[in-house]
DNA sequence: ATAGGTGATGTAAACGTTTACATTGCATAA
DNA sequence: TTATGCAATGTAAACGTTTACATCACCTAT
């Protein structure tokens, strides 16, 4: 008992291409055939093929969403943003993780072309960015988010990772701060650049002295904090402030100092990047840069929708969404609680 | 310049039919033939069209995923690792929050039925399964994820609420408490009733008095923990031990323990459920009952593929992964860093 | 030499819609 | 009465594949 269009229209005396003209309500159907076949298609309890539809209106209402790994929060942010978004459009997304490999990536974006999805969304902080735009399709519709993106004529939304490490790092120099480590992310990785890069900055605009041996190196992850927080500790001349790239390597930081009993923020102060629900909760709280993933899910949404209406092809629209530092315990700003 | 199976067809003078064998990489086609039409599709960087296969072969290679809202660390494991079983059989996910919004799950499985999904990944923690299951076309395949599902022959995959909750409040016991509280989570939660049960049990099988001042209501948000413990506060005679039903109230209810200088575990222990990230990195360390949610979305992947590759309706398997109590420092078993 | 078999390829229908165009019936104007 | 126009509906092609079936060439056994 299968029941498509053809069985309604023939219950309900019309043709199919009237049980259309009221599926997608048009205007030129009687009142009265359209009560007609609405009764029936209730009755059949007929629900439209969506490949059907798609094969010949050429749309999916469908977006793909490729994501490197990435943190939880991160993660789930970003999609609820992109899908909120996405929804009010009428569309649903397709989500795939890459684990940053790259043939799963092609694998990925030669699935995802060929008429499955109206267009695409991509993360891809790593520099190999270039090696996805190769294989992008030259009529596929796609929104870069938080990419590493050399002028190429894409639209992407960004962070301002720049300019959040660079108040950040500012804000650590009020507290009177002159000797200010970092703790940066992979070289490649697009965020972790661009926040070394305000650290840089921020540190030569105010004339402190740039200390390479407080450049420390990390991969965004708990363990890599910690282990390098040991590293400092074991200096001879530390440093009085660390600026860590994000907030995983905060904790672990903190939890380094916990171990070693260094006061936060007496004997060193500490901020992070990210604002991570756990920033709030921790001992000291952490004092951190709080970016706005919903938002930048969202508006990688109304980007690819512009696009999709407009008969040009993306015109290269770069938005970078602010960040906002967020002053805690840990850098010096309020009393610690206990 | 479309570029579509005929396109390739013609180019290598063939007919459509031996293009879409060498696709499917059908055993007929001579070597040669292979050879040659292989070249013309990479030459013309032929991508098959999707939707044109899926409509003739009534297979769209995806997973429609149904979620209400869900706290991160939740969310992204959940979907990564359905997401990694799906990819290895080739398929991609479709992911959804409902919000648990009823007219919202209405539209989305109307939409995610008619042939555009071939099997359906649901959770449904609210009681209002019935109105989900109502909405279900007799025909679609669908796991159900740590839902309320009584009886219903449905595949489903939960984890072990019950005795996760039962050994965390034995654990509890072990410690010598007698006045254990609960801070539970919505009445209407299927997790949030399980774990209540088990706690209800393992208080009743240890011989202890069931206290009804010591079952307090929560909604598994932290500020919700926050108040329930500033209550428990003001209480003449205190529980000596808290068990919450997840971990985003236990990191509520220590917070208000921290401003009001209550010494965890020593005068108050506490503990968790779901053994979220933060839980190893607050002061104190929070023992809570660890939840293999990764696992879980592997799992209904794998149901669900045997559902569509057999020929008979799902045939109402149940699944059930057990929990894990983490012993950290919150509960008394660890001495407390400082 | 011929029938029958086999292996490779081609032909065309089918999948479930939408939509350009054709048709119909009817009202209105000349 | 007949042309004209218009509103409502129908007809059938098209979307891009897969696949059952037909065809064809060639080989083998009789």
Redesign the pocket.
Known sequence: M?N???EVAKKA?????????V??SSE???E??KRRVLAVIDELN????A???A???RQTNLIGVILPDVHSEFFSELIRGIDKAARQHNYHIIVSSTHSDKREIESMLTVMQG?RVDGLIIMSPHIDTEEVIKHLSPLSRVVFVNSYLNGASFDSVTIDNYGGAYQMVEHLIEHGHKRIAILKGEERNYDAQERFRGYLDAVKDNGLDRIKNFELLGDFTEESGYDAMIGVLRMKSKPTAIFCSNDSMALGALRAMHEKDIIVPGEIALAGFDDVPSARYVLPSLTSVHVPIFEMGKEAVEHLFVSLEGKNGGEGKKMMLPTLVIKRESCGCTPVAT
Chains 1, 2 share one sequence.
């Open positions: 299968k498509g269009i053809k005396n019309v043709s199919t291409a009237t049980v259309s003209r599926l997608n030129v159907v009687t009265e055939t007929y629900m439209p093929h490949i059907g539809r094969l010949v209106t008429g």
